[in-house]
Structure formats: C-alpha cells, structure tokens
C-alpha cells in the first residue's frame, strides 16, 4: 500500500536535517502536514503555554479549528494568525504545479512583550469555556512564551517559503501527479489562450462541453482554488513577466493581462505577489 505522501515527505532527510536545524536556530517548532490528511494539533512543547492549554478539549477545539482556517487562507502564499491565546502562528504551502500537497507550519509565539491585559483575556475565555486548568501555571508559561520580532518573524517565514520550493520538488517525483479531468485539463489550456480577454465560468464551461454547476465544482477541486482566483492569478503571473519590460506601462499591462481596471490589477497582484506592480518592478529593475 503506497504510502501517504506527508509521510514519505517527513522521512525525507533533507526534511529531517532542516527541521533540527530549523528548531535549534530559531527556538520554533516545525512540522510538515499533508493538505489532504487528517488534521492534528501541532505538538507543543512540554509545560509550554500550548501544552497546558491543550488538556481542555474547548482549548483544542479552537487551535484546531485556526490552522484549518490558517491553511485555507494559505494556499496560494504564507499566513500568519493569532490563535485566543494571542501567540502568532504560520503556514507555508508546500506547491506542486496548481497543487498543494502540503503545509510548513510553525510559530506559537508573541511578536510583542505579554502583559496583564492579555492575560486577563485569556482567562475570561478560559474561564467561559469552564477549562480545568492551573491558571498559576498558565499564568507563568504565558509571561515565558517566546517573543520575536515582525520582522525576525518574517524572514524566518521568507527562509521556509525558500525551503518550500526545494522540497516540492523532491515531492513532485515521491507519488505521480493525480491527473486532471479532461474539461479541467481543456479549461487551463483555454484561459492560458484567452487571458487577455473577459473571461467568465460560463463561457468556459461552455467551451469544455459541461455544465456550469459541475465545472465549477469539478474546476475548484482540481485547481484547488475557485475558478475567479485561478483566472486572476494567471493574469498575474503574465503581468509578472511583462514587468520586466520597462518601457510597458502598469496601466498598459493592466489592460493587456485582462484586468478591468488598474486598481482591480493592483489588488489582485498584492494578493499573490504581496507587492504593488510598481514595488515590484523596483525590485526587479536595478
């Protein structure tokens, strides 16, 4: 029986090496998950904050239920978001192709000093749930969880997005590639072809010889993003290579790509490349 791909990913040596020498460096945890597996809290340090935490099923039920909306919101690019005990948390996907087969997830730390009003916060929430906790201990293991800085934080989550790359394309030769349904494998060939023009489901739909209803689920499920999404983030990356011709206008690349206006353009770019077109092009352009 083949073996689930997060797993043999786990067992990968470059895997193993660079989670200790991941943890050893920066004092985080790291672990990787498969974005199709059953979820599982990620494991916390003993008498750490988390781990205290955790002997309250209302406490796991809500770290459980961040890191399914953290690797929902973290498909395309990474995320960070607070859980209720106010520590940061992070996942970076892991991409194979339009795929993502996994998640790179660490944190479960302050980026600035705990205080007293943050505590109490706590408390309350804990004390709403009717969690059987030491609050003594809790109180301690709080004022001792880590703190580092945003901007620490981010390069450290910038080195896993670098790390992310190498191991998908270990993972890429680990399993074969599930193949996509021939209307799915028609419509990427279509937008590819079209992405200057308006394009709607509809019409692609139409152009695969389905319905509109199964397209959309069919699509989502394979591309694993919603159809609007996948066509956006096509037009980007087309935008991305025109960038880098200096004499092209943002507008004129705007309009090229597709976009209907500059500033629909300049959110949707944000979205996938966290910059502006023009920040952007400045990075590339000496």
């Given at each position: 029986m083949k073996k689930p791909r997060r797993l043999i990913l786990e067992e990968l040596r470059i895997f193993r090496d660079y989670q200790r020498a991941f943890t050893r460096v920066t004092g985080l945890p790291l672990r990787i998950r498969s974005a199709m597996g059953k979820r599982a809290l990620l494991r916390p340090q003993s008498g750490s904050l988390c781990a205290l935490l955790a002997a309250g099923n209302q406490s796991c039920a809500a770290c459980l239920a961040l890191q399914a909306k953290l690797e929902r919101s973290a498909r395309l690019k990474p995320r960070t978001l607070k859980c209720f005990a106010g520590l940061c948390e992070t996942a970076v996907p892991v991409r194979v192709g339009d795929n993502v087969i996994a998640f790179l997830?660490?944190?479960?730390?302050?980026?600035?000093?705990?205080?007293?009003?943050?505590?109490?916060?706590?408390?309350?929430?804990?004390?709403?749930?009717?969690?059987?906790?030491?609050?003594?201990?809790?109180?301690?293991?709080?004022?001792?969880t880590g703190v580092i800085s945003r901007k620490r934080y981010a390069s450290i989550v910038r080195l896993l997005e670098i790390f992310a790359r190498h191991l998908a394309e270990c993972g890429q030769f680990l399993t074969p590639p599930q193949r996509e349904p021939a209307s799915v494998v028609k419509a990427k060939t279509w937008i590819s072809e079209h992405d200057g023009e308006k394009i709607s489901l509809d019409q692609v739909a139409r152009a695969v010889n389905v319905s509109a209803k199964y397209f959309s689920e069919v699509f989502s499920r394979a591309a694993g993003m919603p159809f609007v999404e996948y066509v956006s983030r096509v037009r980007v990356e087309k935008a991305r290579a025109l960038l880098a011709e200096p004499e092209a206008r943002v507008g004129e690349i705007a309009l090229a790509v597709g976009f209907g206006s500059l500033s629909q353009f300049n959110r949707a770019f944000r979205k996938f490349t966290g910059l502006s077109p023009r920040q952007y092009r400045a990075n590339r352009i000496p």
């Open positions: 997830e660490t944190g479960r730390v302050h980026f600035n000093d705990p205080d007293r009003a943050g505590f109490n916060k706590l408390t309350a929430q804990l004390m709403k749930w009717g969690a059987q906790v030491d609050l003594k201990k809790v109180e301690e293991a709080y004022f001792h």
